[in-house]
Structures are given as structure tokens and as C-alpha cells.
């Protein structure tokens, strides 16, 4: 079936670009297991999946963005707002606590996309902008949160919808701090498993899927490959290229505000200033999967190879006992993203020889 | 099925069409001809609605129609391929076959429909040996083009534009084109074909429509006509021509040291075994129509595309020219004919444009001499009178032939010993063309050799020492002397062979 | 460039062509902005048009002017780069590292400048012989090279010897901050650079027309490389000199987001992001106005975070209004 699809499973020479983070990933989970004995047990590998979930939700999002030729470095900002709502619904209602904020991540998105469609900004332009802003109204909102939230937690008498605030004063800056409510079916999104596999996985799991399907098997996902393939030609072939765009970079909301949901869910006290650097990390684990930046090229499945491997990466670091993970997690992964693209530019090249 | 009455389109500046009319029936294989600027383009874009007509009629399959928009002339049936074939290079043959219409099954694109489909169009069209699940970027150009065919029958086209299918196609590739052309005409599909190759338009049309300066020649059954009589028909006699008068050839031509020798010179379809030798203080003269692979040739002298096969020889010592850096130290300069992809840069100055090639000669330490620069510059700006604000503004700014003109003297400050042209004068009006050819004239008796590509036969009779003629990438045949005449350039071209060898010397 | 038929056209449309044709925003819209901005706040902020708001304004955007105007060269080449926050923190960190071990202040500076050049060099070098896309290699090295910044300095921040590094940080010559007098001069050279060297008009031509600049005979890998290099440099003297300022340097957090404003000011500067003209002193303007902004929400005590918005709506306006056509 995968045969039928062209690109997205070219034959001959490009199979190797195409299954190369597959082989990378192989490697280290080889290596590492062979290795490290922590490594091998379910339980650190579900934990990793657990934490890897929430990126790889975003990187799904910037993936299907990537494809189409473009690019959102809002993502970050988008999981953080999302998450202070989420965080902050939570004690009110776990059902708006999950919709609203993917909403949110929706609209957000759909401005960026107004931006590039409608006002011709350039995507880099449109979403450092956006990115920003949504970053400045993170940190405005929460006081107005966290002082909300406060007062019920004076009147109310039930402990089990208990609400903390702690607001610390960094020298002129007020960061707070929106605290979930602490039990309930929101949180437990986090402890939840089905079968021993954690929810958290599941969504991510589901998402992927789904993301499969959308871009193998719909126009919508054709019309993506199109536009990041030859953005000209698709006009010309009559393919609605404008709303393509638009709902390429709602999609990439979405699955921000999902990633924040999780994010409530699992660390329970959201700050403001969460979410800072996960649109680079998720486009390092785009092109790491083979999906060009230039678009048009590459599998969305294959996302979640680079999403493993850039989680595997602190695990691995951590099992192995040495003292300081995020800074040697930050060399690797430049170093693995590096080793990617030369790779692919060299096999590019290869292929290109005599054309 | 189609007539076109009276169309008229103008842009700012020039008429491009002027009461054209133009017609095609049902089923029949129609060839638009005419050189560069008489008005094709223009014509095919207002009949797919990329332009508005200014005045004219259309009636296409017995109705009235007013084109506004490209996507209204695609729903009528109208389709054209484009030379640059409007594919998404990563996406499969099947899948730009179908993009934006797949088939479907419950809701979710069905593959294996569009992996049959696809392979059923390609078996009606007669072509066999079609992977079509591959991805475009990985198949021939002649694949490529069908697939382009294949996606315009399989909405039921019925007026297919073709613009210059043939020129990237080898020849084996171009018969299985021609039998799926002729396959589509049975099939009642009228086509509209534009191109070059004087045999191919006359093996594959039924009739031709000849234009000239945005004006029409005429209309002629293919029988009729000779291929000469074709080549006259578009190239005409330009009534306006300024100077008539041939350059008087140096004497001492044949005793002046050879300067640049190039020997089976070949690189895929488009330049195949090309001698060239030229001397220093000749201007010599590269003719053929589009797409007869002038331009190839000459870049791969300048080192932009090398060669595949093939040596060069410069003062007698082998040389290889693999980069521009490379051509640019042997001496040699390169007028490109595409000014604004390869020539000027347009947010700079005109300052800028002009010195960009002489930047070391003219500063010290890093730091240009400005007011150096500022000599020089405004010494050619008098000299070829570019007319402009001043050094300082922006190349977008200026007209075609002054950008032209800036262009020039940026090769002309680096005193190469061999300039090439490629189509210098384009665009530009006939003052500035006789100054330009002046200039030309004057470069040589300098001892500068010049090899210059033109598409205005008149211009190279009018000032080159030896023409070459190019056809379909070969060499066809030389012109001395008193044999350099128009005629005998189109009868070169239209036969394809050399039917005059060598010079007579006066 | 349509040429439609000027039928009735009203007064603003007529205003909007002429400011369009003179290329109005391109050339003086920053200033315009930016003296409007300060027109605007001099009304309701108090103690707006003081010294010390020019003195605080300027020796705030330091680390973000340096960074933009080597930002401004690169885009100008067609690239971007978007490491230099991290460059900035691994010069400093080399810097200290070096001083703790007790190498001379001025040679480990020059290291730490050194070092930073050839990360800016390995990332041109990378961009135009393997033909990666700017944004990648820079987003690959800016991992490694905050990665390497950390390393070499171990868990906590490492200290800079107060001699010379207090002056170098806190210095008031003639009474005015160091940090000005840095800006003033960088900005000085870097314009004298985009006028008149011949570097500056190859870095130009090949961001303008790269086929073109090939065809000329333009050596675009030298180019490239001396681009990002010089890129680099900036950064390091402005991350070793805001090291000084605090006295230590933190690697995890030194330069953090430098990176954004830097494009920002360039975008808000005039200078096209697909490459061409660079405008050296619309990117310092760009720069003042963002660091501008801040001070002002700053001063009229709203949070401080209302700045990150209006930044944003500044660049979406800026660049808008610069687009041709």
C-alpha cells in the first residue's frame, strides 16, 4: 500500500533517506539496552514514551506545518498559554479543561495562518510575532488566574477541590503559578494507563495515527504534500493553496494546545514561562525524521522515530549516571540533528548526480 | 472548436497583439509559430485567461465565451503544459495525475483506484513501461510530460495547449509523444502546439498560424508550405531596420591568432559535438532558432554548466573551465539573456552592478575607492548613454535595454579578451541597438573577440565576421564573408545541413 | 508591479502610491516610528525625556544591537542565524574558563572572541558547501554551542576576575556607560563596513541575485563563511561584555532569546529577510525601539510583559509596511 504513494515512500535509492532515523533509533535502543539495565524494563520505557508524548504532540503539529513549506515557531508560546488554561479550568470543569485550550491552540493558529495568507507575512516573520506576544500574554494572565482562583479557596470548606497559589516576586516580574486541582479524572490523565500503557502514550499514539491517515489518505493531506512539493504547480493544478496553509498551521495549534493539556495534567503547577524552546526541539525532531525543511518531502509517521530519539536522549543520559543531563542532552541532540542533515543533504546530492 | 476574431491586448508600451485571429478545429494538431515577441505567449495567455483581452471574440465549442480567470478556462476544458510542466517533483506519476481529485472509498483516498486509473490512461494513451507509482523527480522529462498530458485528458480536455514540449526530449522520446498526440486527436481533442523544431511541427501539425510583431501572417495548411517559406514567413523583413549596411570585414581576418578552440564539445540533449574556433579581434556570430541550444553552448564555455564531453583550448594551452571564477581569470566575459535571473541585481545600485567585477582593482585594503568608482561609472554611463537618476539608483528601476546597458559595461571595466553576448539586444529600442552594436564593433577592433548570440538575423549580418548556425543542438554549418546573408542563415536552419561549406574570401 | 488604470483614485489611495513609490517607510519609516514612539510616551510617562532614560535605553539594547548587527550582514547574504545567543554564552564562558585558569585577561578574551569566530565559520562553511538550509545548521549549533558553554563551566556559574572584567562591564568613561560607547563605535565601523568595503557588496550581491553573484565570479563560499564568522565575533564581545557587567558567567542563561529580538530588529530595520541592501543603522534603530518599548511599559509601571506584545505587533507592522508590492 505504501508502494502506491510515491514520494512518501520513494523507491530505489531514496528508501535510505527515508529509513534512516528508523535505523538510528534501532541503534541506540540496541545500544542502550545492551548496555544499560534500567534501560530494558518497561517501566523506564513507558515513562520515557510518557514524556516524549507531550513534544512529540507538537511535533506532529510543525511536522504537518514543515510538509507544507512553512514553519511556526509560536509553538512554544501556544503550549504555554494553553497549559495556564488548562491548569486553570481544571477547577471548574475537567471537560473544559481539555477543550478550551485546544480550541485555544485552533484560533492561535488560525491568526498565523491570517498573517501568512492574508497579510503575505513571511511564516518566520508571522510566527516570531506570534510567538512573542502569546509569550507576553502568558505572563499576563496568569496573576489574573491565580488571584481568580484564590478566592474560592477561602470561602470553599471541600478539600478535595483545594487550590493553592503561590505567587513568588522575582525583582519587578510576578511570576505565578496556576496550580491543577489535585485529583479528579484531569489529573489522572497523567497516572491513567489502559493495559499498562499510560494515556498519555495512547493520545500520543492516536494522534500519530490519525496524523498518518489525514496526510496518506485525504485530499487535505495530499494538497499539503502538494504546496510544500511546488507551491506554484499546486496553484496551478488547482489546488486551494491558501486554505491549505491555513488549516496546516491550526492543525499546528492544535496539537500545541493538546501538548499543553498534558502538560497541566502532568506536572500539576503550570508556569508562565513553560513551553520556551520546544518549537526548536520539535523541529530538530522533524528534520531529524527525514521531513524536509524546504517541505513537500518526508513521512509524518516517521515523526515519532525522532521524537524517541530525542527522548531516549536523556533517559539514556540519565541511566548512565552523569551528573549534568541538560546540557549534554542539548550536544546530542545538535550533534544528531547535524549528523541528519548532512546525511540527507549527502544523499540528496547522490541522487541528484547526473540530473 | 475554437475561433479567436480580432484580438487585441496591449501592455503598457507595446501593442503585443493586434486584431489577431486565430482558429483551431475539432481534432486537429494546430502549430503556433512565430520568433520571440511576436506574440504566442500572449496570445495563449489570453485564450487561458491569464490575461483580459482587450478588444477580440472568442467562441469555443459553439459558444461565447469571456475568459476572466485561469480556473473558468480550465473548467471549460481548456489545458495547457507547460514547459516548466506544472508537477509536484516528490509526489507520484499516479498521484499528479489525480491531485486535488482522487478517487475515493468511504471518505479516504483508494490507491489502488488511483494506481489503475492511472495506468489505464497511460495504456489508452499508448504508453507502456510507466511506473507510475514512482515519484516524478525520478522519471525522464518525457515521462514527466505525459504524466502533465495524462492529468489534462483524464479531466476531458478538450483544447490542449502545448508549449514547447520537445525541447528537453530525445528523439525516441519525442516519437512515443507524437503517438500519443495523435492517439488524443483521434480521440476528437484539438491540440494547440508551440515550438521551434521546424520537423517536428511539420511532421506532427495539420495547420500553423503564423505570427509576427504581434500581428497576423496567416494561417496555412502544413502541405503547403515549405519549411523555408515557414522560417520566411516568421522571420520576415523588418521594414524599420536602421542600418543596413554590413559591417566592412577586417581584412587581415585570417592571419589573426586563433584564441579559443573547442572541440566536440557535448552535454545531454541539448549540445551535441559542437566545434567552435575564434580569433582574436572577430565577432563571431552564434544564430538558430529557440531552443537550438545557443545559450547551452556558451555556458559551457563561461564554466556555468561544464561540459560533458569535449575540450577547450585558449591561446593554444588546454584549459579547464569548470566555474565562472575560472572562465572569468582566462579572460572571458558572459552577458547573460536572462538579465533578471542571472544578470542584475535589483535591490543594488546601478553603481554597484556596473563595478561588482572589478570590486579588487578598485579598492585598497578592502575599502572601495569611491570615488574611483564613481569615475568609471559615470564614464560608461555617458559613454552608453544608460539613462538613469544617477549611479545610486536602484537597477528594478531602469528600462530593460538601460539595465542592458549596465550590464555591458560591467564586463566591458574588466577588459576580457573574449566578451560573449547572449542576446544583448533584446528589448531594446533601435537607438540604443545601433549604439550597442557600435560598441560591439568597436570592442573588436580593439582585439577583443566577441561571441555573440542573436535571434535578430539582421544584427548578425549586419556586424559578425563568421556566423555559426545551430540546429537542435548541433552544429549545422558556418557562414564567411560574402556568404553571411539571411537567406542563407534561414536556408541553413530550415535544411538542417551544411549546404554551404566553408567561405568564399573576397 | 500592476500598472492599473488610475481612475478615480481617492486621496489615500493617492497617498498610499506615492509612499509606496518613493520606497517612504523603507528609507524613513523606523526613524519616523521611532520619534513618534518617543513624541508619544514623552506625553504620559513620567521622566520620559531624561538622560537617564537615553543612558538606560541604550546600555539595555547593548547585547541586542551587537547581535543585530551582525544578524543584519547575514540576512542580508540570504541566511540567518540563529546561534547567537549561544555564541554569545560560549565566548564568555571560554573567556572564564580560561581567566580561572590563569591565562591573561586580554588573551583569554581574544580566545573566547577566537573561538566564537570559528563556531560562526564551521556553521557559513557547513550552509554553503553542503547547501543545508541556514536555519538548521545555526539551530544545531546553537545546541552544541550552549552545550559546550556548559560543559566547559561546570554546574554553576564561573566568575570573572574583577580586573579588568568590572571595567570591561562596568566601566563609565567620561561618564557614560561602556556599553554606549561600544554601541556607538560598533555601529560606526559596521556602517563604515556596509558602505564602503568591498566585503559588504559581495555579502550583498549574494543575497541579492546568488546565480547572478556566481556568474560575476563572486567566491560565495568565502563569502558565507566570513559572514557568520564575523557574526559570531559580535556576539562574543557583547556576551563577554555583559559577563562582565554581572560579573560571572551563567551559560544556561546568558544571551537566552537574544536570538529573536536580533531578527526582529533587523526585520523592523528594513533589511529584506531574503537577502540584498543591508541596513545597518534601520537594524540599530529596530533594536532601540524594541529595547525602547520595554523601558517605556517599564516606566508606566504596566507589566512587564506588555512590552512582549507590543513588540510583536511593531514587527508584524514593520514588516507590512516595508513589503514591495
Not at chain 2, 275 to 288: A, P, W, Y
Not at chain 2, 499 to 506: F, H, I, K, T
Not at chain 3, 40 to 47: I, L
Request: charge should be neutral.
Amino acid at each position: 500500500m505504501s508502494t502506491l504513494l510515491g514520494a512518501t515512500k520513494p523507491a530505489g535509492r531514496f528508501d535510505f533517506r527515508s529509513s534512516a532515523p528508523l535505523i538510528m533509533l534501532v541503534a541506540i535502543v540496541l545500544v542502550a539496552s545492551i548496555c544499560l539495565p534500567g534501560f530494558r524494563t518497561f517501566g523506564n520505557a513507558m515513562n520515557v514514551a510518557r514524556q516524549a508524548s507531550m513534544i512529540g504532540l507538537v511535533s506532529i503539529g510543525m511536522g504537518f506545518v514543515i510538509l507544507s513549506g512553512g514553519i511556526d515557531l509560536s509553538v512554544g508560546s501556544t503550549t504555554a498559554v494553553a497549559a495556564l488554561l488548562a491548569a486553570y479550568l481544571s477547577n471548574f470543569s475537567p471537560v473544559a479543561a481539555v477543550a478550551v485550550p485546544i480550541l485555544a491552540g485552533i484560533t492561535i493558529g488560525a491568526i498565523n495562518g491570517g498573517l501568512i495568507t492574508r497579510m503575505r507575512i513571511p511564516p518566520f516573520i508571522a510566527t516570531l510575532a506570534t510567538m512573542s506576544a502569546l509569550r507576553g500574554l502568558a505572563f499576563l494572565i496568569t496573576p489574573i488566574m491565580a488571584t481568580s482562583l484564590q478566592a474560592p479557596a477561602e470561602t470553599s470548606a471541600q478539600p478535595a477541590v483545594q487550590s493553592q497559589i503561590q505567587i513568588e516576586s522575582h525583582s519587578e516580574e510576578t511570576k505565578g503559578t496556576i496550580t491543577t486541582v489535585s485529583d479528579g479524572w484531569f489529573r489522572n490523565l497523567n497516572w491513567g494507563k489502559i493495559a499498562g500503557i499510560p494515556y498519555f502514550v495512547l493520545i500520543f499514539a492516536f494522534t500519530l495515527i490519525a496524523a498518518i491517515i489525514v496526510s496518506m489518505f485525504t485530499s487535505f493531506g495530499r494538497a499539503v504534500y502538494a504546496v510544500g512539493g511546488n507551491e506554484e504547480a499546486a496553484r496551478m493544478m488547482g489546488l486551494r493553496v491558501d486554505r491549505c496553509k491555513m488549516i496546516v498551521y491550526m492543525i499546528g495549534g492544535a496539537c500545541a494546545g493538546a501538548a499543553g493539556v498534558l502538560f497541566a495534567a502532568r506536572i500539576g503547577s503550570v508556569r508562565p514561562d513553560i513551553g520556551a524552546g520546544w518549537e526548536l526541539e520539535a523541529i530538530a525532531a522533524v528534520v531529524i525524521s527525514g521531513i524536509a525543511l524546504t517541505g513537500g518531502i518526508g513521512r509524518i509517521g516517521h515523526i515519532v522515530y525522532g521524537v524517541l530519539i530525542l527522548g531516549f536522549i536523556p533517559n539514556i543520559i540519565n541511566l548512565m549516571d552523569f551528573s549534568v543531563s541538560t546540557y549534554t542532552n542539548q550536544l546530542i541532540t545538535g550533534i544528531l540533528l547535524l549528523a541528519a542533515v548532512l546525511l540527507q543533504a549527502k544523499i540528496a546530492r547522490s541522487n541528484s548526480a547526473g540530473g | 472548436m475554437l475561433q479567436m476574431t480580432g484580438i487585441c491586448k496591449s501592455f503598457p508600451g507595446v501593442k503585443a497583439l493586434q486584431s489577431v485571429d486565430f482558429a483551431v478545429r475539432r481534432g486537429e494538431v494546430h502549430a503556433l509559430m512565430g520568433e520571440n515577441g511576436a506574440g504566442k505567449s500572449t496570445l495563449i495567455k489570453v485564450l487561458t485567461g491569464i490575461y483580459e483581452k482587450d478588444a477580440g471574440e472568442i467562441v469555443f465549442d459553439g459558444k461565447r465565451i469571456a475568459l476572466s480567470t485561469a480556473s473558468q478556462a480550465q473548467s471549460l476544458g481548456i489545458r495547457t503544459i507547460y514547459q516548466e510542466l506544472n508537477l509536484i517533483p516528490y509526489l507520484s506519476v499516479a498521484e499528479n495525475i489525480f491531485l486535488g481529485r482522487e478517487p475515493r472509498r468511504f471518505g479516504l483516498i483508494d490507491w489502488r483506484a488511483v494506481k489503475s486509473r492511472a495506468a489505464e490512461i497511460f495504456e489508452n494513451m499508448g504508453v507502456t513501461h510507466v511506473d507510475v507509482r514512482r515519484p516524478i523527480c525520478e522519471q525522464s522529462v518525457a515521462i514527466a510530460q505525459m504524466t502533465a498530458i495524462a492529468r489534462a485528458i483524464s479531466t476531458d480536455a478538450k483544447l490542449l495547449v502545448m508549449d514547447e514540449p520537445t525541447s528537453s526530449l530525445s528523439e525516441n522520446e519525442v516519437r512515443i509523444l507524437f503517438d500519443v498526440i495523435e492517439r488524443v486527436k483521434r480521440q476528437g481533442t484539438s491540440v494547440i502546439f508551440i515550438s521551434h523544431k521546424m520537423s517536428e511541427v511539420f511532421e506532427i501539425s495539420d495547420r500553423t498560424t503564423v505570427l509576427r510583431d504581434g500581428l497576423l501572417v496567416g494561417t496555412y495548411p502544413m502541405a503547403d508550405l515549405t519549411k523555408l517559406e515557414l522560417v520566411s514567413l516568421m522571420i520576415g523583413r523588418d521594414a524599420t531596420s536602421v542600418l543596413s549596411e554590413r559591417r566592412p570585414t577586417s581584412t587581415d581576418l585570417e592571419d589573426r591568432k586563433p584564441l579559443l578552440g573547442a572541440r566536440r564539445l557535448s552535454r545531454g540533449q541539448r549540445t551535441k559535438q559542437i566545434d567552435i574556433d575564434i580569433k582574436t579581434g572577430e565577432i563571431l556570430g552564434v544564430s538558430g532558432l529557440l531552443g537550438s541550444g545557443r545559450t547551452e553552448l556558451v555556458k559551457i564555455l563561461f564554466g556555468d554548466t561544464p561540459a560533458e564531453e569535449g575540450t577547450i583550448e585558449i591561446g593554444g594551452d588546454k584549459t579547464s573551465i569548470k566555474s565562472p571564477r575560472d572562465a572569468i581569470r582566462l579572460g572571458l566575459g558572459f552577458c547573460s539573456e536572462d538579465r533578471k535571473a542571472e544578470g542584475i541585481f535589483p535591490t543594488l545600485s546601478v553603481m554597484e552592478n556596473m563595478t561588482l567585477g572589478i570590486l579588487p582593482e578598485l579598492s585598497k585594503g578592502g575599502v572601495v575607492a569611491s570615488k574611483k568608482q564613481r569615475e568609471i561609472v559615470e564614464t560608461y554611463i555617458e559613454r552608453l548613454g544608460i539613462k538613469c537618476s544617477g549611479p545610486e539608483q536602484r537597477m528594478k528601476e531602469l528600462s530593460g535595454g538601460n539595465q542592458q546597458k549596465v550590464l555591458l559595461a560591467r564586463w566591458l571595466c574588466k577588459k576580457p579578451i573574449l566578451m560573449i553576448l547572449d542576446e544583448p539586444t533584446r528589448g531594446i529600442d533601435l537607438g540604443a541597438k545601433s549604439e550597442i552594436e557600435h560598441i560591439i564593433a568597436d570592442l573588436a577592433s580593439r582585439g577583443v573577440a566577441v561571441l555573440m548570440i542573436s535571434s535578430e538575423m539582421e544584427e548578425l549580418v549586419r556586424s559578425c565576421d563568421r556566423i555559426v548556425v545551430l540546429s537542435e543542438g548541433k552544429k549545422v554549418g558556418e557562414l564567411k564573408g560574402s556568404n553571411i546573408s539571411e537567406e542563407n542563415i534561414v536556408d541553413m536552419i530550415a535544411h538542417g545541413n551544411p549546404s554551404l561549406e566553408g567561405a568564399v574570401d573576397e | 508591479m500592476s500598472n492599473s488604470t488610475k481612475t478615480n483614485r481617492s486621496m489615500i489611495g493617492r497617498v498610499r502610491d506615492y509612499l509606496h513609490e518613493t520606497q517612504f517607510a523603507k528609507r524613513y519609516g523606523v526613524m519616523l516610528f521611532l520619534l513618534l514612539l518617543i513624541a508619544v510616551s514623552a506625553c504620559f510617562t513620567p521622566n520620559f525625556l531624561s538622560a537617564d532614560t537615553v543612558k538606560n535605553t541604550l546600555r539595555q539594547s547593548f547585547p541586542v544591537v551587537l547581535a543585530a548587527l551582525g544578524m543584519t550582514f547575514v540576512i542580508s547574504s540570504g541566511g540567518i542565524d540563529i546561534s547567537v545567543g549561544a555564541t554569545m554564552a560560549l565566548a564568555a564562558a571560554v573567556t572564564a574558563v580560561l581567566c580561572e585558569m590563569g591565562t591573561p585577561a586580554a588573551i583569554a578574551i581574544g580566545c573566547g572572541i577566537v573561538a566564537a569566530a570559528l563556531c560562526g565559520a564551521f556553521s557559513g562553511a557547513l550552509i554553503s558547501r553542503f547547501k543545508i538550509q541556514p536555519i538548521i545548521v545555526t539551530l544545531a549549533v546553537m545546541f552544541v554551542g550552549r552545550a559546550i558553554a556548559q560543559m566547559i563551566s561546570g554546574n554553576n556559574p564561573v566568575d570573572l576576575p574583577k580586573s579588568p572584567f568590572e571595567s570591561i562591564g562596568q566601566g563609565r568613561p567620561f561618564g557614560i556607560p561602556i556599553q554606549i560607547i561600544v554601541i556607538i563605535l560598533t555601529v560606526g565601523i559596521m556602517y563604515f563596513i556596509s558602505r564602503k568595503t568591498t566585503f559588504a557588496r559581495r555579502v550583498e550581491a549574494v543575497g541579492d541575485n546568488p546565480a547572478a553573484a556566481r556568474l560575476v565570479g563572486i567566491n560565495i563560499f568565502t563569502t558565507t563563511v566570513a559572514v557568520y564568522a564575523l557574526c559570531a565575533a559580535l556576539c562574543s564581545i557583547a556576551g563577554i561584555m555583559e559577563a562582565s557587567l554581572y560579573g560571572n558567567v551563567d551559560p544556561s542563561k546568558l544571551g537566552l532569546q537574544v536570538e529573536l529580538d536580533a531578527i526582529a530588529a533587523v526585520a523592523i530595520g528594513g533589511t529584506a529577510l531574503s537577502g540584498g541592501r543591508a541596513h545597518i543603522l534601520g537594524t540599530t534603530l529596530g533594536a532601540i525601539i524594541i529595547q525602547l518599548t520595554a523601558v517605556i511599559v517599564g516606566m508606566n509601571d504596566f507589566s512587564h510583559h506588555y512590552a512582549l506584545i507590543i513588540k510583536a505587533a511593531i514587527l508584524i507592522l514593520a514588516v507590512r509596511a516595508q513589503r514591495e508590492t
